[in-house]
């Protein structure tokens, strides 16, 4: 219980609150899916979106029956006050324009207890303030600490920068000062996360970036396991990966977004590297830790993408050792240059191409999971399986059940690779 409030389950629920995102337009349909299907099974709960969903289109979710608030990320630090009634002065949200439609009114936050009629929409400019909470993974075991905000990059694709704002970093004693908080609550890895991850630092002067922000915390805390989240390509330095390398506390996992293997697209996309940059990034990686867990983003279909593109992102992802990929449709976002180019490629071509990216990336990690077979690897529990063994995630970011054994949740251990099982690795406590 926090605040008040205690989790119930839906038939009880009071109140929903709805942390959404807004990347592509499925996860937006996935949001009106969940809200319609909330007020069906309970009319009388009161939900609250927020997240970048309803930074981008309040109104849009105002319409929905069931919504009462919606509270962009811009004002999102005042969701307690708004749910408790407490807009005291602490709040610093008294008085707040509240865009509304085609107006703007100025009235205070509203009590809990009576919402108004109409939903309350609070959205606004995205200030410079770092706001900050561990999320927690449904396991619960590998809290999510986000170290920086925002992104001042322009991909052409992307909405995220017209929603999160600028790049911004969590001030490095609070970085250590969270990670020494969940240390002490127990925590055997934590992840490190961000919009833009590497250019942590970088709006906060010279004294700081991202490398020295790892090694601070490697430094000055205990904490079992550092795992990096996702981070740019120009950002994987020699420096970085040789931090990874050496350092026994850091999970050997890279994940590097790409995007697409065709240089004429990722000029298109105003990504900021070539394949061959981001080649001798991969290869150094897998240079200094050959049993490194190596993914990325790869988009099918952007706009002006031709069947010979897609062949040879198909050819550059085959050159390089990844172990997995996150694989995207392209999906048209509004106000992004993308969404605007004439050559916008037929859904059909985009998901057969999607299709091929999936049965080449399939490939590639089961050879990688058969070249665990018989290796030791560190790796912390996570939950139970459906099947009543625990399962656990290995440094290079493979899940591994263990069947008969008795290890509770947040354990870090090692475990021996015994063999492959539909997909998943199967081992034991070693």
Known sequence: MANGFAEAGLDASDVAVLNTCTVTAAADAEVRQVIRRIHRANPRCKILVTGCYAQRAPDELAELP??????????????????????????????????????????????????????????????????YAPVFADDRTRPTLKVQDGCNARCSFCVIPFVRGESRSMNPDKVISQVRELERSGYQEIVLSGINLGSYGRDLGRHINFLGLVERILSETGIPRVRISSIEPMDVSRELIDLVATEPRMAQHFHVPLQSGSNRILRLMNRRYWTSQYADRILAVRERMPNCGIGADVMAGFPGETDADHAESLRFIESLPFTYLHIFPYSARPGTAAAARPEQVDGRRIHERVRELKSLIAAKRSRFLQSQIGQKLSAVVLHKTEQGSPAALTTNYLQVTLPGATVRPNTLLEVEIGRVHGGTLVGRAA
């Open 66 to 131: 069931g919504v009462t608030w919606v509270i962009g990320n811009s004002h999102k630090y005042a969701l307690v006050n708004i749910l408790t009634g407490d807009t005291g002065s602490g709040s610093g949200a008294e008085n707040t324009r509240i865009p509304l439609g085609r107006e703007s009114i100025e009235e205070p936050l509203p009590d809990s207890e009576t919402p108004p009629a109409e939903p309350l929409v609070l959205v606004g400019e995205i200030g410079d303030t770092f706001h």
